[in-house]
Nanobody
Framework: QVQLVESGGGLVQPGGSLRLSCAASGSIFSINAMGWYRQAPDKQRELVATIPSSGSTNYADSVKGRFTISRDNTKNAVYLQMNSLKPEDTAVYYC???????????????WGQGTLVTVSS
């Protein structure tokens, strides 16, 4: 079993900052790409940012220049630094990771339970 646990969500005023964290635990042989998605009320889940095990990051146009994704492979963790937050960033944010449980298994995409970010004055 693999678990992804997010933390760091909450209420913040427009223009403020939050840092989301996500740690993977359980049966992990290796992790490939990690990332963040979000889902606003009455909207489909959308990609926010991804980071491969090595190589360049990828961001949704709506967050470029404001959000920064990073990871710590020693901790099986991924982070999302969110600056200059806007009301339209309000959503449940989900962490995801492509995890190989052991040498002979394929990579499977795993999801966290989500953490709510509310941007409001």
């Amino acid at each position: 079993q693999v678990q992804l646990v997010e933390s760091g969500g909450g209420l913040v005023q427009p223009g403020g900052s939050l840092r989301l964290s996500c740690a993977a635990s359980g049966s992990i042989f290796s992790i490939n790409a990690m990332g963040w998605y979000r889902q606003a009320p009455d909207k489909q889940r959308e990609l926010v940012a991804t980071i491969p095990s090595s190589g360049s990051t990828n961001y949704a146009d709506s967050v470029k220049g404001r959000f920064t994704i990073s990871r710590d492979n020693t901790k099986n963790a991924v982070y999302l630094q969110m600056n200059s937050l806007k009301p339209e960033d309000t959503a449940v944010y989900y962490c995801t990771a492509d995890v190989k449980a052991n040498w002979g298994r394929p990579y499977l995409q795993r999801w966290g339970q989500g953490t709510l970010v509310t941007v409001s004055s």
